[in-house]
């Protein structure tokens, strides 16, 4: 009975080691044909996820208008402008800026200083297509400015068109105070990394007067942030020469 059940078991034992070694044939068939197309699927998705999904360098930079700082100590005045962009997608950025003047006005007609601040907010597109390591930008950009300022009416002349005599100066001590403006402005500008990260650039906007305060017998010839304003047009020009730094993540 022993010697029938042993002889069974290895029976039954070599056949299923046949079966086995079968599947284990047919298995290493499929895989030696199916590493290769999985390989290969594999190294299609590495690089088409390196193409579709680069990754994006976020940039932030810091600036400071030197040009209409220099400018205002030449002309007994004081301003103070700063600004900060930062690109959001691709080659579009958003402009920050935020700035303080303190300007003296001194013509035939009036004297006076205007001391306020201005806020500007807007968004820029850099048209320049870099080579290689290049970090250059020409952009064209649009803000919106909001103005508060206060006006000190130190001495002014009556006008007076074809008078003989010059017309006589009227000393005063006169405030105007919590005056607004806003407006538009357009512009371009260029900005060339001298050193690394470190810029030089000017840009040159036309602005447009949206609306600002009415002062009875007085006329607004100066706004903070949009510097002279023209008495026959709500339209203003400008320039600025700044410095800046720029920080990369």
Known sequence: MNKNYSYQFFKNLAANLKKLSKIILFLSIFMSFSNPILAQQQADSIVKDSIIKPKQTVKIRLGFD??????????????????????????????????????????NLLNYHTTGNYYKIGMMYNLYDNWLTMDNDIDVGINYGFARFDYLLHSYR?????????????????????????????YTQVQVEIVKHLYLGYNVGVKYLINYSDIDNFTITYIPGFFNRNTYSRFGFGMQYFVSYRLTF
């Open 66 to 107: 030197a040009g209409k700082y220099i400018w205002a100590k030449l002309n007994q005045s004081e301003s103070y402008d700063f600004y900060i962009d930062a690109n959001f997608y691709k080659s579009y950025f958003l402009v920050l800026s935020y700035g303080q003047e303190k300007h003296l006005t001194d013509n």
């Open 158 to 186: 009556i006008n007076q068109p074809g008078a003989i005599f010059e017309p006589e100066l009227v000393v005063i001590k006169q405030a105007f105070n919590n005056n607004t403006a806003q407006w538009l402005e357009l």
